[in-house]
């Protein structure tokens, strides 16, 4: 992760709360495609599809706030995320064929968490005074959804840690 | 009559993807190079009836499939020839080749020499994890001479890795990047700059194999920007600074290394001779 950087303004604040929960979506929908092909069946393919539904629809929302708004379009390199990636995109490295409910919350739960980070950054340092009020709104909304997470994730322990094993795995070298 | 122009609506990196969904094993870096390439099509914004995708065989010459661009999944290590002949065919086409490190650099090495050579612009997109995947984790050209993970080489290959830079370098090929999939941002950009740069790209993606080489989870703490002390965008149009950058790689070198300024091989525009001509000439 690298450091706090500024907007210029509403529009791009605007830019960049619609690309984070379009990619949160795409990635989310990517996971339980990934887990469903893998027949992973411990319900981790439906909570990624619910977590994809919820980055939807608070696409929509950002969306909605930016009509009307001259939003800039940004090269995905233009981006100024505080990492290398939009800060909800769950990584990809974290996902096994044999992942549990506990592994997707988890996964989730650290997505949000970077989503909130970015948004309540924003809120405390940027110089543009709409954009400190617009991020609260948003960073209070993503601490909402870590709370949601947390309080799954106590429904779904940490599983034994024999949860990878595979009395036949599909890539056994020969 | 009074007819309505269409409405050209911005296609995003999300209509670049088909609707099958990958068979990669859940954490490839493969899935971060598919959507890099998305991105990419998405900010050149090219129609995709005019660009074609083409593949050799292995995990990564899938990729073809998982988008909605022309494309062709061809035959072991052949895919740059089967590209050249798009491209020259088609020039009006934005050709993108994919594959991995054993479909390019070992049963494909030899096209891959004469693609650099040929300057035909191509842009060749290489998810190099130094193992073949497919067939259950086989050293490759690019494998490590002392990794002991597969039971066909266990006391390791032996032999010094294949070098696609250098290798690229010495062939003739005009631009040469170095990207990862754990960066897919970065690699956005380098995958648009060797589309935009003329004559033949390419585009080695450090894309780890998580299944067969867990180990390479650690490239995202190895991976470093620019080569040579040089920044990720300060690559050079200069052959022999680019050799002296590369001979102090450690290989995690990420960004531009080398823009070159030959021009692409052009076909030339018209037939040599007339069908009928050259029916007489083989008339017995």
């Known amino acids: ?174 | 009559m009074n007819i309505q122009a269409p409405i050209k609506t911005e296609l995003t990196f999300a209509d670049y993807k088909s609707d099958l969904k990958p068979v990669w094993c859940p954490g490839c870096g493969d899935y971060s190079v598919l959507s890099a390439i998305t991105k990419a099509l998405a900010t050149l914004q090219l129609p995709r009836e005019d660009v074609a995708l083409i593949s050799g065989i292995g995990c990564s010459s899938r990729i073809p499939a998982y988008t909605s661009v022309y494309g062709f999944h061809t035959i072991h290590g052949r895919a740059l020839p089967v590209a050249t002949g798009v491209k020259t065919a088609r020039p009006d086409l934005t050709v993108l080749v994919a594959g991995g490190d054993g479909d390019g650099f070992s049963i494909g090495g030899n096209h891959f020499l004469h693609a650099c050579r040929r300057n035909v612009d191509l842009t060749y997109i290489v998810m190099d994890n130094s193992v073949y995947g497919m067939t259950k984790g086989q050293a490759s050209p690019t494998t490590e001479s002392d990794w002991t993970g597969s039971k066909l080489t266990p006391e390791g290959p032996g032999v010094a890795e294949f070098q696609p830079l250098e290798i690229a370098l010495s062939a003739g090929a005009n631009f040469i990047a170095r990207g990862f999939s754990g960066k897919p941002n970065e690699l956005v950009k380098l995958i648009c700059e060797g589309i935009n740069h003329p004559g033949f790209s390419l585009i080695h993606v450090l894309s780890p194999c998580i299944t067969f080489r867990p180990e390479q989870r650690e490239y995202k703490s190895m991976v470093h920007d620019g080569f040579g002390g040089f920044g990720f965008d300060d690559g050079t149009p200069d052959r022999r600074e680019a050799f002296r950058r590369l001979m102090d790689d450690d290989g995690y070198s990420c960004g531009v290394l080398f823009k070159g300024n030959t021009p692409a091989f052009k076909s030339p525009t018209a037939a040599p001779a007339s069908l009928a001509d050259m029916e007489r000439k083989f008339a017995l």
Do not use: C
Request: no cysteine.
């Open chain 1, 1 to 174: 992760m690298t450091g706090f950087k500024d907007m210029t303004g509403v529009p791009e604040f605007l830019a960049h709360a619609i690309t984070l929960e379009q990619e949160a979506a795409v990635r989310f929908d990517e996971l339980a495609g990934m887990l469903e092909v893998h027949n992973n069946h411990k319900g981790v393919v439906d909570l990624f599809r619910k977590m994809a539904h919820f980055s939807r629809l608070h696409l929509a929302e950002a969306k909605e706030r930016a009509e009307g708004v001259d939003v800039p379009k940004l090269a995905p390199w233009e981006f100024k995320w505080p990492g290398d990636e939009s800060p909800e995109s769950g990584t990809i490295e974290d996902a096994h064929y044999l992942m549990t409910a506990h592994h997707a919350l988890t996964l989730a739960l650290a997505s949000e968490t970077r989503g909130y980070d970015f948004y309540q950054g924003l809120a405390d340092k940027a110089a543009d005074a709409q954009v400190r009020e617009m991020a609260q709104e948003f960073a209070d909304e993503e601490a909402d959804h870590v709370a949601t997470l947390k309080e799954w994730l106590t429904r779904y322990p940490e599983p034994e840690s024999t949860w990878n094993e595979d009395m036949d795995p599909p890539v056994s070298v020969d």
